[in-house]
């Protein structure tokens, strides 16, 4: 067969048509996923159709297989490969085609043969030529209606790109509204004070509320920099507020007075496959980034409505403070992980080394991927008026087992495991001892001696079980029961005459993607492990809704 001369080339390029398509190779695939809408109108014949309107393209099929047009575009396609290695499949079958899928893949054909055109002239025909120019002529009208599609698309894209707020930061938010009331005849007291001599418990119902607002950046698609900003305005249900215990601390109570305060500010990365780190910068915790084995309950938001509840006491220690985290995988099933905080580094007097500082170090192992173990090792130093042994969960006197004014160091040592037993049930728990030793002598609770090197034991426990998938809208629910830090035995200080157990319930129906709705109850027996005290009951109904 004669081929083409430069002339007859010449000529077809200039078709207007063919010249216009230079930005049509992107139509072709956003066409695919988007067609185009059209109405069309029934004849007289069809007024009585239950159809009056047909709003899909891709329902007009005006191109079969046996029509001209599709054994030609065929043809050129095989000949020229055109869209070899389309995932459409276009041709491969005897279904009709939509003439704006007919004109997407004459678009990528007619993209095709003009760049081999302009790098090979003599291997196109004139008469493939003379196909293509009848083909663009009858597509006409769709080709142009590709076309104005493009440049609407580019139009929105430039106009995004004006205005977005980064290329590299993603703004996701939160906002909690929750209603929460305490229930009881009085306040806790310590175990060394008077129950008899306790104030009344408030049992008034509150309306606290917490925005988070994160600003998280990807540099290189395997970091994060997150930039939080929080605003709360909350009634803390703790040792100096509502209910004279932290045993009844709920998930969130730092309070800002409605005023925004950077909440998270760190940097996360990694080296290679299997080490990752984070560079953090304020009001760390270690279970941001070391895993905590009950991560279900670990976040504020989607787990448990009580600190305690959350993970285990031991990844508080060093909490808000700054410091560097990181996780080794030795093996696909173990994974050594290790981080140190301090708790004031900005202070000049304490610094990252001179003052309240956490060191810890973790072995986690994981057999099956729905069985995880991890032992956990931390170092604590607490200097006199920052005593906060048990991350301000258990007790006043496990959180300062000899005095808030004297200078505390401890080991903490922690077992965890989690097991997800089926699609719907994760059962996981933990145990946590910690050995205090006071570092100074000085005058401990109740007026009582303490010398520098006295020991402190405080142990706590507890069982979670949680249900993921409760309905097919994504509603979860969750029980807690456990014992919250006690000191069992102390050289320097008292112990608790009664054990205190922590009981939380709460279910989270997922009203929709963005917005949920939890009640839940929260039982303290033997508060402050005081036989004395009353149990503490604790009720909220809290509203997330999250962007």
């Given at each position: 067969?004669?081929?083409?001369?430069?002339?007859?080339?010449?000529?077809?390029?200039?078709?207007?048509t063919l010249l216009t398509m230079s930005s049509l190779l992107l139509a072709q695939s956003?066409?695919?996923?988007?067609?185009?809408?059209?109405?069309?109108?029934?004849?007289?014949?069809?007024?009585?159709?239950?159809?009056?309107?047909?709003?899909?393209?891709?329902?007009?099929?005006?191109?079969?297989?046996?029509?001209?047009?599709?054994?030609?575009?065929?043809?050129?396609?095989?000949?020229?490969?055109?869209?070899?290695?389309?995932?459409?499949?276009?041709?491969?079958?005897?279904?009709?085609?939509?003439?704006?899928?007919?004109?997407?893949?004459?678009?990528?054909?007619?993209?095709?043969?003009?760049?081999?055109?302009?790098?090979?002239?003599?291997?196109?025909?004139?008469?493939?030529?003379?196909?293509?120019?009848?083909?663009?002529?009858?597509?006409?009208?769709?080709?142009?209606?590709?076309?104005?599609?493009?440049?609407?698309?580019?139009?929105?894209?430039?106009?995004?790109?004006?205005?977005?707020?980064?290329?590299?930061?993603?703004?996701?938010?939160?906002?909690?509204?929750?209603?929460?009331?305490?229930?009881?005849?009085?306040?806790?007291?310590?175990?060394?004070?008077?129950?008899?001599?306790?104030?009344?418990?408030?049992?008034?119902?509150?309306?606290?509320?917490?925005?988070?607002?994160?600003?998280?950046?990807?540099?290189?698609?395997?970091?994060?920099?997150?930039?939080?900003?929080?605003?709360?305005?909350?009634?803390?249900?703790?040792?100096?507020?509502?209910?004279?215990?932290?045993?009844?601390?709920?998930?969130?109570?730092?309070?800002?007075?409605?005023?925004?305060?950077?909440?998270?500010?760190?940097?996360?990365?990694?080296?290679?496959?299997?080490?990752?780190?984070?560079?953090?910068?304020?009001?760390?915790?270690?279970?941001?980034?070391?895993?905590?084995?009950?991560?279900?309950?670990?976040?504020?938001?989607?787990?448990?409505?009580?600190?305690?509840?959350?993970?285990?006491?031991?990844?508080?220690?060093?909490?808000?403070?700054?410091?560097?985290?990181?996780?080794?995988?030795?093996?696909?099933?173990?994974?050594?992980?290790?981080?140190?905080?301090?708790?004031?580094?900005?202070?000049?007097?304490?610094?990252?080394?001179?003052?309240?500082?956490?060191?810890?170090?973790?072995?986690?192992?994981?057999?099956?991927?729905?069985?995880?173990?991890?032992?956990?090792?931390?170092?604590?130093?607490?200097?006199?008026?920052?005593?906060f042994v048990s991350g301000g969960t258990g007790s006043r006197v496990a959180n300062a087992?000899?005095?808030?004014?004297?200078?505390?160091?401890?080991?903490?040592?922690?077992?965890?495991?989690?097991?997800?037993?089926?699609?719907?049930?994760?059962?996981?728990?933990?145990?946590?001892?910690?050995?205090?030793?006071?570092?100074?002598?000085?005058?401990?609770?109740?007026?009582?001696?303490?010398?520098?090197?006295?020991?402190?034991?405080?142990?706590?426990?507890?069982?979670?079980?949680?249900?993921?998938?409760?309905?097919?809208?994504?509603?979860?629910?969750?029980?807690?029961?456990?014992?919250?830090?006690k000191v069992t035995a102390n050289d320097g200080g008292p112990t608790g005459d009664e054990?205190?157990?922590?009981?939380?319930?709460?279910?989270?129906?997922?009203?929709?993607?963005?917005?949920?709705?939890?009640?839940?109850?929260?039982?303290?027996?033997?508060?402050?492990?005081?036989?004395?005290?009353?149990?503490?009951?604790?009720?909220?109904?809290?509203?997330?809704?999250?962007?």
């Amino acid at each position: 067969m004669q081929k083409t001369k430069n002339p007859t080339i010449n000529a077809f390029v200039a078709l207007p048509t063919l010249l216009t398509m230079s930005s049509l190779l992107l139509a072709q695939s956003a066409l695919a996923q988007h067609p185009p809408t059209a109405d069309v109108t029934p004849k007289a014949s069809d007024a009585n159709s239950s159809t009056a309107q047909i709003n899909n393209v891709f329902k007009l099929g005006d191109v079969s297989p046996d029509d001209w047009a599709f054994e030609a575009l065929q043809n050129l396609i095989e000949r020229y490969g055109c869209i070899a290695g389309s995932s459409n499949n276009l041709y491969e079958g005897d279904r009709a085609l939509t003439r704006y899928e007919f004109a997407a893949a004459l678009n990528q054909c007619l993209r095709q043969i003009e760049d081999l055109i302009s790098n090979n002239p003599n291997e196109v025909t004139e008469a493939d030529l003379a196909t293509l120019q009848r083909l663009t002529r009858d597509f006409e009208a769709e080709l142009a209606t590709l076309s104005t599609r493009v440049d609407n698309l580019e139009e929105r894209t430039t106009v995004l790109e004006d205005n977005q707020f980064s290329t590299t930061a993603k703004l996701k938010g939160t906002v909690l509204f929750s209603l929460n009331s305490a229930l009881g005849k009085n306040r806790a007291v310590p175990v060394f004070a008077d129950a008899n001599d306790a104030p009344d418990l408030d049992e008034g119902v509150v309306l606290n509320n917490r925005v988070r607002l994160n600003f998280d950046s990807s540099f290189t698609g395997r970091d994060l920099l997150k930039v939080r900003l929080d605003s709360t305005d909350v009634t803390r249900f703790n040792a100096r507020g509502t209910t004279g215990t932290n045993m009844t601390r709920l998930a969130f109570d730092r309070n800002t007075n409605g005023n925004f305060v950077v909440g998270k500010l760190f940097y996360r990365g990694r080296l290679g496959e299997r080490f990752s780190y984070a560079l953090i910068a304020n009001r760390g915790r270690f279970n941001a980034h070391i895993d905590n084995f009950n991560n279900f309950f670990a976040n504020a938001v989607r787990g448990s409505i009580s600190n305690f509840g959350r993970f285990n006491p031991i990844y508080i220690q060093g909490a808000t403070g700054a410091g560097v985290n990181f996780n080794y995988e030795l093996s696909d099933s173990l994974t050594l992980s290790g981080g140190y905080l301090a708790r004031n580094p900005s202070n000049v007097d304490q610094g990252l080394f001179n003052g309240s500082f956490a060191a810890l170090g973790q072995l986690a192992f994981a057999p099956r991927d729905n069985l995880r173990f991890g032992l956990t090792y931390v170092r604590g130093y607490y200097p006199g008026g920052e005593t906060f042994v048990s991350g301000g969960t258990g007790s006043r006197v496990a959180n300062a087992p000899f005095s808030p004014s004297i200078a505390t160091s401890a080991n903490h040592f922690g077992f965890q495991a989690n097991s997800r037993l089926s699609s719907n049930f994760i059962l996981a728990g933990w145990a946590g001892l910690t050995q205090a030793q006071a570092e100074e002598s000085g005058t401990g609770f109740d007026a009582t001696s303490v010398t520098a090197g006295d020991d402190a034991t405080v142990f706590n426990w507890a069982l979670t079980f949680a249900f993921p998938n409760v309905d097919n809208r994504g509603s979860r629910a969750g029980l807690i029961i456990g014992q919250p830090p006690k000191v069992t035995a102390n050289d320097g200080g008292p112990t608790g005459d009664e054990s205190a157990f922590h009981i939380e319930g709460s279910y989270r129906y997922q009203v929709n993607d963005n917005i949920s709705i939890e009640p839940g109850v929260l039982v303290i027996f033997n508060p402050e492990n005081n036989g004395e005290n009353d149990t503490i009951t604790v009720g909220l109904v809290r509203t997330i809704f999250s962007f």
